[in-house]
């Protein structure tokens, strides 16, 4: 019942809730955005929803569009400003999120929506993850986020999955905030490396 209905019912009224009492903070990292990115402050990137179902995810951008000579994007590290550094530590620039979650998109809680290329790597088990609103945070988040390597990450997915409900959730929720307020396992550029999870598979299968 929850997961059919009161999930959902739960994250338009959090997420609602969430943007009316954050839309002060909300409008300032727009304006400092658009300045700090002489232009558009958010990023948007195609990812796969629930039933692998591709949707737009909004966040708030960190890098800077700076090109080379022959008009090539510079590399990360280049790229990203102080202000991306600051809004990527506090987790300010997932808060375009909440639409997402409003819209029906995404969740409150779920597996982190990932890149659509990764579709063609997972094993039928961890399909499983797409079964469910993707989420703002979820189990692997909350336990080692960019920081864990690929086969456990997506494991804690369908381990969230398998034991969905409204007191887990609940307790994801809060172990969240904990996380958020002490910035823990926090990924910014530089400080993590994390194959990507095609060039991953790839290399298991030898």
Not at 74 to 94: A, M, Q, V
């Amino acid at each position: 019942m929850y997961k059919n209905c009161f999930k959902r019912v739960f994250d338009f009224i959090l997420s609602l809730t969430a943007l009316i009492i954050l839309s002060p903070i909300f409008l300032i990292l727009i304006i400092i955005g658009t300045v700090q990115m002489q232009g558009n402050p958010f990023f948007t990137q195609e990812r796969p929803g629930r039933d692998e179902k591709i949707f737009k995810l909004i966040k708030f951008r960190s890098m800077s569009n700076r090109k080379d000579k022959e008009g090539n994007l510079l590399p990360d590290e280049e790229r990203i400003t102080n202000y991306g550094e600051f809004i990527r530590k506090t987790s300010l620039d997932e808060l375009p999120e909440l639409f997402n979650i409003l819209k029906g998109d995404m969740a409150i809680v779920g597996p982190r929506p990932l890149l659509v290329k990764y579709l063609p790597y997972y094993t039928e088990e961890e399909r499983l993850r797409h079964s469910v609103r993707p989420g703002l945070t979820g189990l692997a988040q909350i336990n080692g986020r960019n920081n864990l390597d690929w086969d456990p990450r997506l494991a804690l997915d369908v381990q969230y999955v398998k034991n969905l409900s409204l007191v887990n959730d609940i307790r994801i929720l809060i172990a969240t905030v904990f996380k958020v307020f002490r910035r823990e396992d926090v990924a910014t550029i530089g400080n993590f490396k994390v194959l990507d999870l095609d060039e991953a598979r790839k290399n298991q299968n030898g």
